[in-house]
């Protein structure tokens, strides 16, 4: 295998992938709905107000629990919003796994090392470790809230590479968010823009891996 510049390429050793947007198909817009008809703002507010919250990060890294956020959230939007039904709307976000993916993941683990690498929180993952089988079924399955840092931070990479023993240059990393992937590449790790399960499966074969 060669890259661009004519360097005969490492062999791939490893395959980690992103998680919501590649193997699980997600709309965060349904949760903006829900909680748009308690507090009556707009959609785009609570979206707006939501990803503009550093609760929102701190959430993601494991630095607030859940009945935190909640209360953070309730603040954020002005509302009142029982933490059972806040869960229930928090985790309506799923819609189901993207199959052609989570079937071309499966394949690979004859071949080579397969992680998964998330940005997300306990509510979102303890949610999907009971609905999404292949979670339980890998050994390297990897989430911000539990490192403590988020995509695209180099730290999150570095903490996978060392805990699957295999170096930058012999992973690759699939992500649907460009800017992800453009810091797994910094560090020497090959990307995959998944785009969609077309693009998976295209980057996969010209890697050799299918």
């Known amino acids: 295998m060669k890259q661009n510049d004519g360097a005969v390429a490492e062999p791939v050793e490893a395959v980690v992938f992103d998680l919501g947007g590649v193997l699980m198909d997600f709309d965060f817009d349904r949760a903006n709905l829900a909680a748009a008809r308690v507090s009556g703002l707009s959609a785009d507010e609570v979206r707006r107000r ?17 009945q935190d956020f909640h209360t953070k959230l309730q ?10 039904l806040f869960c229930d709307a928090w985790n ?16 690979l683990r004859s071949r080579v090392k397969v992680g998964v690498l998330s940005n997300t929180n306990v509510i979102h993952f303890e949610y999907l470790r009971v609905r999404m089988g292949l979670l339980t079924e890998l050994d390297h399955v990897y989430a911000s809230h539990e490192i403590g840092s988020r ?24 992500d649907d968010l460009l800017e992800n992937i ?17 693009a998976v499966q295209n980057g996969l074969r010209e890697l050799g891996l299918i």
């Open 50 to 66: 939501l990803f503009s919250s550093p609760d929102f990060l701190a959430f993601e890294r494991g630095h607030l629990t859940p």
């Open 75 to 84: 603040n954020l939007l002005g509302i009142q919003m029982p933490y059972a």
């Open 182 to 198: 453009e810091a797994a590449q910094v560090l020497g790790m090959r990307g995959i823009h998944a785009v969609n399960s077309h």
């Open 92 to 107: 309506g976000i799923f819609k189901g796994e993207i199959e052609p993916t989570v079937t071309l993941l499966r394949g």
């Open 151 to 174: 995509k695209p931070n180099a730290e999150c990479f570095h903490h996978v590479l060392g805990r699957m023993g295999v170096s930058a240059k012999r992973t690759v990393f699939v």
